[in-house]
């Protein structure tokens, strides 16, 4: 659960990050497309003050309708026109057909907006200024001034559409290439990250599997450590067992329905004949012989799965003038268990 969670968190770190990066360029060219307009804005300004030194060529003897004039030989088009207001009436937008349009009406019902309402007030006597305003959904750069003719103060606007600057064939290309290569850089990011979580989820996983066998290898080892333990601890030929663990033994063979079995019954002069019994009957027997202390004198040996007379004819070589053989029994099935067939022997021999 924590790899998967890690993996989704990263791909939404990063879709975040690309959002925000996203934001941030949008926000960006926004900027930048402002600034830009303040700069043409700066200099349309300087064609504004061009067309006040005409109109103040004129001279004194002009009427308003020579002023207008000029205004209106102007070149305009939907893009880019000229206004001219007297006071809080207009006297010319655009063209003659839209000024007509207009006729009659107060400057504000054109300049409606908050941002054209607020430049208009803003416009200073003999002082170009400039600013972005808004009519209905369209953005324009507006440069203006208000100045006197004959005692009368009159204010003149430029406006030219964003879109006739913003969207020129160089500029328009730039921006566009800027989008495409930095759209291409983020979708680039969001691929990556997702190859990238995706390839560590994999590696993760393949990890925790190596993990998962590692510890179904240790497993294994302490298995086979603890087998290999157990099948030395019972190794006949490199131990000598105690016998209080007989019946258990006896028990086994019984499950095992391990036949015929020999019990040999052998005492000692010594305990440390004994013991030198024991250490010669690891030369002479194999792995099918159980050796048993049964106390300090008496020594069991059990010969699993030899014929009798095998098993007897290396009986008789087994003792010397400090060990001697006291009895044997051999069984040839354990349809009566071993256990009890040789608890009856044992009290036989041993009298115990």
Request: with cysteine; charged share 25%.
């Amino acid at each position: 659960m924590k790899r998967r969670f890690n993996f989704f968190l990263i791909i939404v770190f990063v879709m975040l990050f690309s959002i925000a990066a996203d934001v941030f360029i949008v926000v960006q060219l926004q900027n930048y497309e402002t600034r830009f307009l303040e700069l043409y804005g700066a200099q349309q300004d300087g064609y504004v003050n061009i067309i006040l030194g005409q109109i103040r060529a004129l001279g004194d003897g002009a009427s308003e309708e020579d002023v207008t004039s000029i205004i209106s030989s102007l070149d305009a088009s939907a893009s880019r026109y000229w206004t001219l207001s007297k006071g809080n009436a207009m006297l010319f937008v655009k063209s003659v057909t839209e000024t007509n349009r207009y006729k009659g009406f107060a400057e504000g019902t054109y300049f409606a907006s908050e941002t054209a309402s607020q430049f208009m007030d803003t416009l200073g006597k003999n002082q170009v200024g400039h600013q972005i305003i808004y009519l209905g959904r369209d953005r324009f750069i507006a440069s203006g001034m208000v100045f006197d003719w004959q005692g009368e103060p009159y204010r003149v606007c430029l406006l030219t559409y964003d879109k006739v600057i913003l969207e020129d064939n160089i500029l328009l290309g730039c921006k566009n290439a800027i989008i495409i290569v930095l759209s291409i850089v983020l979708a680039l990011l969001v691929i990556l990250s997702m190859v990238m979580s995706r390839k560590l989820s994999r590696q993760e996983k393949q990890i925790a599997d190596q993990e998962k066998h590692v510890v179904w290898q240790n497993r294994q080892i302490v298995l086979l450590d603890e087998q290999l333990k157990r099948e030395y601890a019972f190794s006949a030929s490199k131990n000598v067992f105690k016998r209080v663990v007989l019946d258990e033994f006896l028990d086994k063979l019984d499950e095992k329905n391990v036949s015929p079995l020999h019990f040999a019954l052998f005492q000692a002069a010594s305990v440390k004949a004994r013991d030198k019994f024991f250490e010669h009957m690891q030369l002479v027997l194999d792995n099918h012989v159980l050796r048993f202390s049964m106390d300090d004198q008496y020594a069991l040996l059990i010969f699993a799965g030899y014929e009798k007379k095998d098993s007897s004819k290396i009986i008789d070589t087994l003792w010397d003038w400090e060990v001697h053989e006291v009895g044997n029994l051999y069984c040839e099935d354990n349809i009566k268990s071993y256990k009890s067939q040789f608890d009856q022997f044992w009290q036989e021999v041993s009298g115990q």
